[in-house]
C-alpha cells in the first residue's frame, strides 16, 4: 500500500481481472462523537418521590419550599463527558458558563427575568471517578428592589456525610431590563456596509 500511494506500480487481483468494483467512502467516515448533550443522562420519574423535573440537562429535580426553590442535579465525568473537555493545569473544573447557565435557567422558572449577578467564589473540581452532587437554590426577595439571592452548592456523591461547599453566589432581577437598542429593522439605522 506504501509503494503505491508513492507511484510505483500494482498488480491487484482479484479487481484487476474485472471481479472488483470501486466504492466511494462515506462523506464523514467512522465518527461517533456526539457534540450535544445526551436526552436521558440517567434521569428518573422523579413525580413518584414528590419532586418536579428541572428540565434542564445537569439538574433533574426541583422542589418549592416556604421560603426558597430548590433545584437539585448529579454530574460527573460518566454521564457528562465533554465536561472532561474543560481542564486546568490537568484537573477538570466545572466551566464558569456552567453557573451561568443553571442561574438563567433557576431564574427562568421561578419568574425571575435576568441574573444581576454571579459570582463563582469556588472552582468547582469534577473527580475523575464518582460523581458530585448540585444544588441551586433561589431564596425569596430580602431586600426592597424585589431581587432574589441565589447560591450554587456541591458535594462529592458519596452519601449523606459529605459536606457542601458554596461555589457561586449572586441574585436574580424579576424583571428583565429593557433592551436599548431595536432589532426589528435590519441593518440597524446608521450601520455601515463592510466587505
Excluded: K
Excluded at 73 to 78: D, E, N, Q, W, Y
Excluded at 84 to 107: I, K, R, S
Aim: charged share 15%.
Amino acid at each position: 500500500g506504501d509503494a503505491f500511494t508513492a507511484g510505483a506500480t500494482a498488480r491487484w487481483s482479484p479487481a484487476d481481472q474485472g471481479h472488483g468494483r470501486h466504492v466511494t467512502l462515506p462523506t464523514y467516515p467512522f465518527q461517533r462523537t456526539r457534540y450535544w448533550l445526551t436526552p436521558d443522562t440517567g434521569r428518573r420519574d422523579v413525580a413518584a418521590v414528590g419532586l418536579t423535573a428541572a428540565g434542564h440537562p445537569l439538574l433533574g429535580a426541583v422542589t418549592e419550599g416556604a421560603a426558597s426553590t430548590v433545584f437539585t442535579g448529579r454530574i460527573s465525568l460518566a454521564t457528562h463527558p465533554w465536561l472532561a473537555d474543560h481542564g486546568v493545569a490537568g484537573t477538570v473544573v466545572l466551566p464558569g458558563a456552567v453557573f451561568v447557565e443553571l442561574a438563567v435557567h433557576a431564574a427562568d422558572l421561578v419568574g425571575c427575568g435576568s441574573v444581576r449577578e454571579l459570582t463563582v467564589q469556588t472552582p468547582l473540581v469534577l473527580p475523575e471517578h464518582g460523581a458530585v452532587r448540585l444544588r441551586v437554590e433561589v431564596s425569596e426577595p430580602t431586600t426592597g428592589d424585589g431581587a432574589r439571592p441565589i447560591r450554587i452548592d456541591a458535594r462529592p456523591d458519596t452519601g449523606t456525610g459529605a459536606l457542601w461547599t458554596c461555589h457561586a453566589t449572586g441574585a436574580l432581577d424579576v424583571d428583565a431590563p429593557s433592551p436599548d437598542w431595536d432589532l426589528t429593522a435590519w441593518p440597524p439605522t446608521g450601520a455601515q456596509p463592510v466587505d
